[in-house]
């Protein structure tokens, strides 16, 4: 087929001389044979301007697109592969200026319906193989957010990810301009057309990556890497483009694509394909915005009389522009739960109700949680809930979608994504229809390990949780743990003390060093993490009503019988027995190492992690927990109804709250 098809400007080509000479051309995607040779599996299509538009302002979806055949990258699957080349333009349109979310990648895979997720997985891979080496993935990402979970360097960088979300090379965007000694950064999200470049030579085995906002290739790359991607590639793999939205959205566009096996990519002149539509939602044009806003202020002035109506409208102040996470309407929310319908109420706490709900135009199920105006969790706990928890992302972490204030009445609204199977809580102390194998306790334990070591140590701040509980550990579809409720936790820069004096947490899983310095920190964090852990292990709340005084205090009660030899006897009776001993013994001691009264001797969350993944032993002998006496002093609570806190419970306080001397 050397005299080719060719179709008007925005037209393609591809063929095949022999399997190592393919290429492909497409100037836009205007023509009608261009859009069939394409694949689009989720919400990705053709506009009418010829642009490919992979995602739009919509949250949390993701968008693919494919050439409709598969391309040989080998003679056979043993064989060495081909090289390549490719270019083509995109741009990146956020839904705010300077936040994007979340990037797009090039992708060569080995089907076209790739099981990925939106959000930081760019619709590529998924919690469950998103570091998997039998994927068969090769892609370069153009990512506008920083997910700490994947090392990324930035929040606008190019990255090689090959099997991974975790990039094997990764750099600022930016290029090399003149005799190309001198790098230019540029701005991924900035909605201008950026031309890439991805060259593979297979005889030397040499990956290079270049960009540039103009139509000329870059003297020199912006990203290379030594790689044979013999193991990656098979004989037959697909091309194409993935992109996603995360809780803010971003439209990805494509405006024209080569590729080619054997040889340069043709080449693309910016200039000559389609336009890139600005955003819908655009501050760009300050002088309009002035102007709007100076006859507002007028029209209020003459209008005063519609004073009362203006105050029931949301107005947006200035630190909700700057917190993040999607803003939903309350129409939106009423809509989404039936009315706040007594039938959807997932749960209840001292804040308010947990309602279940389904986005209209999405249709993504969500938690939605309403804060009542009785609850002491206030505007201030509302705001750091979202502040903090927006920007997280970590896969034992309740990823927050969403939050509505409603200003007529002061409601105050936060939306999850939905959790299958509820609290642990109702499993571990409830009468569940299903009782926890040991391999899903053992799995829950260690996923909120995972999530609170994150909280520690990987992210950009140091974020203490200060209300780690059963009851704030979730459970998806796949008994998955991961950790809720943001309300009371308090971030500050690694390296700093934290200052805070205002003691608040929950009866039992409060850390006794907290009544005498009012400084909550990671330590007092794994101090309840080892309340969770023993609970989770034996059935039993931390303070219980039993009728044995000695049994009252779990804590207490495991340390008995550790050094009576009879340690598996705390084992929560609905198992009965069936549960792996040498994993219940290091599960029980390390309950116990966390729960230490002082907080120089409690392990960090990643000892906690390397005890979990058995790097290393929990050590055989656990000096006993040494409780403070008295201490009986009423603490601020912004928690449940039972958060009334004393400083430290030992049996003998328990004696006098109980009318016992």
Known sequence: MVNLCIFSFFGIFFFAVAAASQELFYAGFRDATAAASLTLPDIAKIENSG??????????????????????????????????????????????????????????????????????????????????????????EFDTVQNVEFEDINDNHVGINLNSMISSASTTASYFINDGNTKQHINLRSGIPIQAWIDYDASVNFLTVAISPFSTKPKKPILSLNVD?????????????????????????????SF??????????????????????????????????????????????????????????AWELEIGPHRYSYKELEQATKQFSNREVLGRGGFGKVYRG??????????????????????????????????????????????????????????????????????????PKVVLSWKQRFKIITGVASGLLYLHE??????????????????????????????????????????????????????????????????????????????????????????????????????????????????DQKLNGDFNEVEAVMILKLGLLCSKDSAAARPSMRMVARYLNGEIGVPDEIMGPRMVEGGNEFVDSSSESK??????????SLSVLNGRS
């Open 51 to 140: 642009i490919l538009k992979l995602t739009d302002d919509t949250d949390m979806k993701q968008g693919h697109v494919f050439y409709e055949s598969p391309v040989r990258f080998k003679n056979s699957s043993h064989a060495k592969p081909f090289s390549f080349s490719t270019t083509f333009v995109f741009a990146i349109v956020p839904e705010f200026p300077s936040l994007g979310g979340h990037g797009l990648a090039f992708t060569i895979a080995p089907s076209k319906n790739l099981l990925g997720f939106p959000s930081q997985y760019l619709g590529l891979l998924n919690t469950t193989n998103f570091g998997n080496f039998s994927n068969y993935l090769f892609a370069v």
């Open 229 to 257: 991607l013999s193991p990656i590639l098979h004989e037959f793999m697909f091309i194409g483009f993935s992109a996603s939205t995360g809780v803010l959205s971003s439209s990805h566009y494509v405006l024209g694509w």
């Open 260 to 317: 080619s096996m054997n040889g340069p990519a043709q080449t693309l002149n910016i200039d000559s394909l389609p336009s890139v539509p600005g955003p819908k939602k655009t501050y760009s044009h300050l002088a309009i915005g002035i102007s709007i806003l100076i006859v507002l202020i007028v029209i209020t002035g003459i209008f005063f009389t519609l004073y009362k109506i203006t105050k029931k409208i949301d107005i947006i102040e």
């Open 358 to 431: 389904t986005i209209p135009n999405s249709k993504t199920q969500v938690a939605v949680k309403r804060i009542s105006h009785e609850s002491k969790q206030g505007l201030r706990e509302f705001i750091s809930e979202i502040t903090i928890i927006g920007r997280l992302r970590h896969r034992n972490l309740v990823q927050l979608l969403g939050w509505c204030r409603r200003r007529a009445d002061e409601d105050l609204l936060l939306v999850y994504e939905f959790m299958e199977n509820g609290s642990l809580d109702s499993y571990i102390f409830g009468k």
């Open 458 to 571: 990987g992210y950009e701040q140091v974020v203490i949780h200060r209300d780690v509980k059963a009851s704030n550990v979730l459970l998806d579809d796949e008994m998955n743990g991961k950790l809720s409720d943001f309300g009371l936790a308090k971030l500050y820069e690694h390296g700093e003390n934290p200052t805070t004096t205002r003691v608040v947490g929950t009866v039992g899983y409060l850390a006794p060093e907290l009544h005498r310095t009012g400084k909550a920190t990671t330590s007092s964090d794994v101090y309840a993490f080892g309340a969770l852990v023993l609970e989770v292990a034996c059935g039993r709340r931390p303070i219980g009503s039993r009728s044995v005084l000695e049994e009252m205090v779990l804590v207490d009660w495991v340390w008995e019988k550790y050094t009576e030899g009879k340690l598996l006897e705390v084992m």
């Open 643 to 652: 958060d009334i806190s004393f400083a430290s419970l030992s049996t003998s």
